[in-house]
């Protein structure tokens, strides 16, 4: 994911200058749409290297964000302002992170509570907690394997329903990129003037 992030965020910053920002934003979206619907479909039976490419793909979708965002934020506005757009962005990205991870945090926790609870007396009796022990080798070992597999597929469940609920944001997101301002190679020479001159102001 790092890595396709990497390289869209520097593919943004140097396409940009030939398309407008909300062209490169429509194409972030297009690539984030399907790779978040791909993270619902993962299952126990998901290969690694489909899953290596849906979080490839995942990372190029987002990874347009942080170059082009930025740039067209600070477009029409002064440069004694960048500053402030710049933290403002990161300010923006952080809140949303924190309210996201408790959201969905509560959303897998809230599935994995009702699957134990229609699981087998066997895993029925175990907690959320106890699924963290999973991810722990030297613990998975004190666990019989048919409840294993019961607490994997359970795991894999609720991280998948997680990812779909994800797309709402991930849709209402792209229908905001529609409102961005088409930026530099959409804009006018009579625009760009009055642009310039209201920055010198």
Known sequence: ?????SVSSIL???IVSKFSYRSVMILSGILLLPSVYLL???SVDTPRLMLTFIMILTGLGIGFSFSVLYLAAVHNVNPAQHGVINSTLNFTREFGMVIGITI???IQNH???GRLGNADKSISDLQVNDLNQMLTPELRQRFPEEVLRGLTDILSTSIAHTFMWILIPAGLAF???FLIEKGLIAESPQKKQQTERSVEK
Do not use: E, P
Request: glycine residues 24%; hydrophobic residues 50%.
């Open 1 to 5: 994911m790092v890595i396709g992030l």
């Open 12 to 14: 943004g910053g140097v």
């Open 40 to 42: 619902g479909s993962l």
């Open 104 to 106: 969905y945090g509560v």
């Open 111 to 113: 599935t994995i509570s």
């Open 175 to 177: 229908i905001t990129i």
